[in-house]
């Protein structure tokens, strides 16, 4: 099915570092959302974006919706430990409730 | 309060077996979505209620797969005569509705099924 192009696929940083990644799609979305996966768990929404061009923070992260509605990133400011797993963009067509899922970041802090 | 539960969390199963996997959403959420992750992979969307009717199933691989919801809340997936593409792990997630991009959809830890 179709997906989002998420990228880096995996990263590897110090603690204390800032971290950004960032999806991009051929498809317009009205719905940005970004999730984190923690193994054996389900994915937990971070921060959900609702127009072009939103800049929105939670926290040590902060998330934007592009001005053309076809991409998002994220940052996450100063890395902790807490922070290593897996995060997924998911974008929401304006027509439908469907997400279209990123292939997801993981992040992985080194000792 | 509870959020989306799944059982059994790990199910081992061999080729040709069918299996059930069962999900309990959040009290009062009337939407519920079934959802396949494979290894590396992001989310692929299976199937939706709205209640207990599915607006949309384009999303099931197969006629092997089908689910259903009763009561409007209890859902099962189930998967016939299994093969070895069909392990992953098998995610739901319920919201308060449908249909809106305010309705924020909280997920279950998944159930890992892997087919031998």
């Known amino acids: 099915g179709q997906q989002l192009n998420q990228s880096p696929q995996s990263m590897f940083i110090q603690e204390g570092e800032d971290v950004s990644m960032n999806c991009t799609s051929s498809?317009?979305?009205?719905?940005w959302l970004w999730y984190k996966q923690d193994p054996g768990e389900g994915p937990v929404l971070l921060i959900a974006?609702?127009?072009a061009g939103e800049l929105t923070s939670n926290g040590r992260l902060t998330a934007q919706f592009g001005i053309t509605r076809k991409d998002s990133f994220l940052n996450i400011s100063a890395s902790i430990p807490s922070d290593v797993g897996i995060y997924f963009c998911?974008?929401?067509?304006?027509?439908?409730?469907?997400?279209?899922w990123g292939a997801g970041t993981k992040l992985i802090i080194k000792p | 309060g509870a959020g989306v539960s799944q059982s059994p969390s790990n199910k081992v199963t061999e080729k040709g077996k069918d299996v059930e996997l069962r999900c309990d959403p959040i009290?009062?959420?009337?939407?519920l979505y079934w959802y396949r992750q494979s290894l590396g992979q992001g989310l692929e969307f299976l199937i939706y209620?709205?209640?207990?009717?599915?607006?949309?199933k384009s999303g099931l691989p197969s006629d092997r797969f089908s689910a259903e919801r009763t009561g409007g809340s209890v859902s099962t997936l189930t998967i016939q005569r299994t093969q070895q593409e069909d392990s992953a792990v098998y995610l739901c997630?319920?919201?308060?509705?449908?249909?809106?991009?305010?309705?924020?959809?909280?997920f279950g830890p998944g159930t890992r099924l892997t087919v031998l």
């Open positions: 498809s317009i979305f009205n719905t």
């Open positions: 997630a319920s919201s308060l509705m449908g249909q809106s991009i305010y309705n924020e959809q909280f």
């Open positions: 009290s009062g959420h009337t939407a």
């Open positions: 974006l609702y127009k």
């Open positions: 998911a974008g929401q067509l304006t027509s439908n409730y469907q997400l279209i």
């Open positions: 209620f709205q209640g207990n009717s599915a607006p949309d």
